[in-house]
């Protein structure tokens, strides 16, 4: 009854060969927040201006790309001074082509932005920027190791706003020790008030090489997270911010373009310490140690072609976390089986020719995944 030509796959999937997105690592911070894994670099800012001489060096082995979006994370990118921003920007505009609408983010942690800095960021082009808040209760900012609490996280929002910035996305974290229902819904109710018109969501997870994992927490069990992630939704729909994929919600039209080519299965260039990279078939990582990306020749450290199958696959996963889920002409006839035994015990739903997850199924896509696998 359903399924599938994959002579039609082949055809979506080379559209995407060439990379249109650009992300770009810049590693420094000031401390290291507590629940932090991310590839960064303490107390390191007296070599800011050799990272950006190896990044302009690395940046001119994907020259002339075309790009849509770019993305500045990190790290605390927002630790750069005016110039050494300007040099960012001025290597990525001389090495690519951007679009005229080409979406421009920069990562900002909120107690490194104050009007001088703002202004300087919206001088240089970005278009949008990703505010770290992570919590407005200042109990839970304290217990993550932030460095600003909630009137600081406020206030850094509000300069954004009276500066220009006009498409700002907040971070909001949840699933703390002993965080009860009400005090989430309160934080969400708080952030959900700033109107920003993107919001990312993640869940408090204990990374190996965080500083939480050598303390043994407890975290929730996974029924209460559940609980607290269809609340989240909830809030977050009355005031007019929707869901579109399992982690990240916005304003209608406000969808991050740069995170929607990676669930696309878009290629992208990454560069800097750690960054990872997905062009043409191959799909690349460099060194995650400062030392080796500003000295090496090569910083590639690993990478892995990726056969048809695989990226069907990857496109069929990644998919199903979008709201909008995926064609269901791409998936493999072998996965038919599977599928079908979803869709009868609810986890996923076919609406017209799209294969969506459903509220049920995605609060256990990693197993589905898993299994479609
Ligand atoms: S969470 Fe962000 S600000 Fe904190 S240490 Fe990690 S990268 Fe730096």
């Not at 889920?325 to 493999?332: A, D, K, M, T, Y």
């Given at each position: 009854m359903l399924f599938f030509k994959r002579i039609f796959v082949v055809g979506v999937l080379k559209n995407f060969m060439k990379p249109q997105a650009l992300y770009i690592h810049i590693p420094f911070c000031s401390h290291k927040c507590l629940f932090c894994s991310f590839v960064i670099a303490i107390?390191?800012?007296?070599r800011i201006e050799d990272y950006l001489n190896r990044l302009e060096k690395e940046a001119k082995s994907h020259q002339g790309a075309r790009l849509e979006s770019v993305y500045i994370g990190g790290g605390t990118p927002s630790m750069l001074s005016f110039e050494q921003l300007k040099r960012l920007m001025t290597i990525i505009r001389t090495q690519y082509i951007l679009s005229d609408d080409c979406e421009l983010t920069m990562e900002a942690n909120p107690e490194g932005i104050d009007e001088v800095k703002a202004a300087v960021i919206k001088s240089l082009g970005i278009n949008r920027i990703s505010l770290?808040?992570?919590?407005?209760?200042d109990r839970y900012l304290k217990f993550l190791g932030r460095k600003h609490d909630a009137a600081r996280a406020v206030a850094a929002y509000n300069i954004l706003r009276q500066t220009g910035f006009e498409n700002i996305n907040l971070d909001l974290m949840y699933a703390f020790p002993s965080q009860t229902r009400e005090e989430l819904k309160r934080d969400v109710r708080a952030i959900a008030s700033l109107r920003s018109e993107h919001l990312s969501l993640y869940t408090l997870t204990i990374e190996?090489?965080?500083?939480?994992?050598?303390?043994a927490m407890k975290l929730d069990d996974e029924e209460t997270i559940a609980e607290g992630y269809l609340d989240v939704i909830s809030i977050l729909r009355e005031y007019?911010?929707?869901?579109?994929?399992i982690s990240n919600f916005s304003k209608k039209g406000f969808q991050s373009r740069h995170n929607q080519n990676y669930w696309l299965g878009g290629r992208y260039i990454g560069l800097g310490m750690g960054a990872h990279g997905f062009v043409g078939h191959r799909r690349y990582w460099n060194t995650s140690k400062l030392q080796d990306y500003l000295n090496q020749e090569e910083v590639i450290e690993g990478f892995e072609d990726l056969s048809e199958e695989t990226l069907i696959m990857e496109r069929v996963l990644f998919g199903l976390r979008?709201?909008?889920?995926?064609?269901?002409?791409?998936?493999?006839?072998?996965k038919k089986g599977i599928v079908e035994g979803f869709l009868k015990e609810g986890f996923l739903v076919l609406e017209g020719p799209r294969l969506k997850a459903t509220n049920k199924g995605r609060l256990v896509l990693d197993e589905l995944s898993a299994r479609l696998i």
């Open positions: 107390a390191q800012t007296h770290g808040v992570q919590s407005l209760d190996p090489n965080s500083r939480f994992h050598a303390s007019g911010i929707h869901q579109y994929e979008m709201n909008e889920g995926i064609e269901l002409q791409i998936l493999p006839s072998s």
